[in-house]
């Protein structure tokens, strides 16, 4: 904010908070690792409105217990995928977000929904994308031998987990490792780098033009910064 002559401060000129909605599914530990950096003052902007699609998800209370607003849009109460997106775009666009974190949100979202909020929708996926696209990441990791696994923070596009990746952490794989040794491994880095791929996103460092994905004007590589990589 810039002070007047008078000593006062532009109405004008003060910062404008930056919105951020999420949208989740289930037990909410990505969303409270963002509410946790938001507490810290390290999001770069607000969860305003949390929205979960089904009853019970542990991330309504997490919510509800921060003092956050929360919704619930039931896609069992929707004949089409078509009419649920309608609705949940329309609740979002009266928050005009800057940002919509999909945070364990188990939905395809329909081309429509996708475009309209393109450049503000992120995802995280627990694989290295584009290695397994889509649910079981860890058994298929673990079936095909790899040394490694991770999570992958990207944008949404149209693609089922196939939009560019912003930021990836990767983790080894140990001997004796099962899907939910693995998955546990992997959810510690979703924690750390989901808030700080938010951060760039809301603090103006990433820019997706023409599918083409920059940070700070520099083309990312197709796998996202990585997170061993200096930030
Ligand atoms: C995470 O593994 C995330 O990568 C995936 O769904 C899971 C959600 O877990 N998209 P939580 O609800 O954040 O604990």
Redesign the pocket.
């Known amino acids: 904010a810039v002070a007047t002559a008078s000593g006062s401060t532009a109405a004008e000129d003060l910062p404008v908070t930056q919105r951020i909605v999420g949208l ?1 599914s ?6 409270q690792s963002l509410l946790n950096a938001s507490a810290a003052g390290l999001l770069g902007g607000n969860i305003d409105l949390v929205i979960s699609n089904r009853t019970g998800a542990g ?1 309504l209370n997490i919510a509800h217990d921060a003092g956050i607003e929360t919704a619930l849009i039931d896609h069992q109460n929707y004949p089409t995928r078509e009419a649920f997106d309608r609705d949940l775009a329309g609740v979002l666009d009266s928050r005009s977000p800057d940002l919509v974190v ?3 949100f188990m939905r395809i979202l329909t081309a429509d929904f996708v475009e309209r909020f393109a450049g503000r929708l992120l ?4 694989s290295l994308l584009p290695l397994y696209a889509g649910l079981n990441t860890h058994q298929r990791a673990l079936d095909n031998g790899d040394t490694h696994a991770g ?1 992958t923070v990207h944008y949404v596009t149209g693609e089922l987990d196939g939009g560019p990746p912003v930021l990836q952490a990767r983790v080894p794989i140990e001997p004796g490792d099962d899907a939910h040794t693995l ?1 546990a491994r ?2 510690a880095v ?1 924690h750390q780098i989901y808030p700080v791929a938010v951060k760039w996103h809301m603090t103006g460092r990433l820019t997706l033009i023409d599918g083409t994905l920059r940070k700070d004007g520099v083309a990312l590589p197709a796998t996202g910064h990585l997170w061993e990589e200096p930030l």
Do not use: D, K, Q
Request: a neutral charge; glycine letters at 20%; aromatic letters at 4%.
């Open positions: 989740l289930g037990r909410g530990s990505n969303f991330g999909l945070a364990g995802n995280i996926h627990p999570a998955a992997v959810l979703e």
